[in-house]
């Protein structure tokens, strides 16, 4: 198709295609004469996981194309990959100094882990950001030990298992790749409306008694 | 005590909180003479609360004084309190324009709701950050069902009980409403980080195998 036809179909502008063609968010379409380029099936999925990350996730541009260079990788295997482009996903800075708080949550993080039966993973982008929430959690003086965090453990095991079998439908290895980053990013905001809307029913439970 | 013992106890500067006093973010002490007052273990408490909300959270610090006016509001009943207290903590945006996807996920998130035995009340900002956030994920054609949803609403209902549960475990009604605003704000990094550390677990178990 033509840069029209993917513009018509995916709703984003043409000025906006080519502004992701400029900075890399989208492969060039194939040269068919001097000014003109044709367009495939995957520059439409990859302008769907673009806005994903840009318009929603509102995740700056460098970062995005970080996240896709990843998943383009194909030197090396999938879970690499998939480890790349999710851990180049935007998190919490991690703590400035690592004073006695911090080496109590970094303690504590991998005692929640190794209870939850997960690997611990140092270098992971997410165990840092663990670590600095943890830290503020007891910097502040607010209740925080393991047996209080599990259940936030358990819920994250539960979706993990759901989500890696939905990524499952997609039909292939780069496919696969491009929904698990989608879906993190897309899926955060449904987690984090839906425990604030939990929270509003128990309250209004506990405290009016059952409807 | 003092301001300079608030200051040391808290580990907030004397500066800061005379800013706090300023904007409102924490009462006034007692007047003891023209230029000292004399603060509690209840301005200690609201300190750390602030610190959750505006150094933590990141909340501008106009909306910190909204959450607190609504945990102080004694004309209403402890439910109101909560609940305007968390509705005025940030939320994305709701969808600037009422076009058929998201009629679509206003259905989506009222059924799921339902299916989940929640009371509906469309006023609830997480109601409008769930509906943006499913009409996020229908329009970029990303798999967004009732079924693949309820797994998410399940894992909030799990852990609101657990939540419930610990702020529970605070003495007063003023010290409970603290504890379930700053939980709120500080547990979603948790909750966010575990999320990723489990996706990265269960990536691994599934393409590595059992370790």
């Not at 040269?31 to 769907?48: C, D, F, K, N, V």
């Not at 990843?70 to 400035?96: F, N």
């Not at 663990?130 to 607010?142: D, E, K, N, Q, S």
Request: with cysteine.
């Amino acid at each position: 198709m033509r840069l029209a036809e993917l513009s018509e179909r995916s709703g984003v502008t043409t000025a906006t295609i080519k502004y992701y063609l400029r900075e890399g968010l989208l492969p060039p379409g194939e040269r068919i004469s001097a000014t003109q380029a044709e367009y495939g099936e995957e520059h439409l999925r990859r302008l769907r996981l673009v806005r994903a990350l840009v318009q929603v996730g509102r995740i700056p541009v460098a970062t995005a194309r970080e996240v896709l260079t990843a998943i383009d990788d194909d030197r090396t295997d999938q879970l690499t990959r998939i480890g790349t482009a999710v851990a180049a996903l935007p998190q919490p800075a991690p703590p400035r100094r690592r004073d006695e708080t911090v080496v109590t949550a970094e303690a504590l993080a991998g005692e929640l882990q190794r209870r939850l039966g997960w690997r611990i993973v140092v270098d992971n982008p997410a165990h840092q950001a663990l670590v600095t929430a943890l830290a503020a959690l007891l910097r502040l003086g607010y209740p925080c030990t393991v047996e209080q965090l599990l259940p936030y453990g358990a819920a994250a095991d539960g979706l993990a298992a759901h989500e890696i079998a939905l990524i499952g439908e997609f039909a292939s290895p780069t496919t696969q790749l491009e929904a698990a980053v989608a879906l993190t990013v897309l899926y955060e905001p449904v987690l984090l409306s839906l425990r604030r809307l939990a929270q509003a029913e128990a309250a209004t439970r506990q405290l009016r008694g059952p409807s």
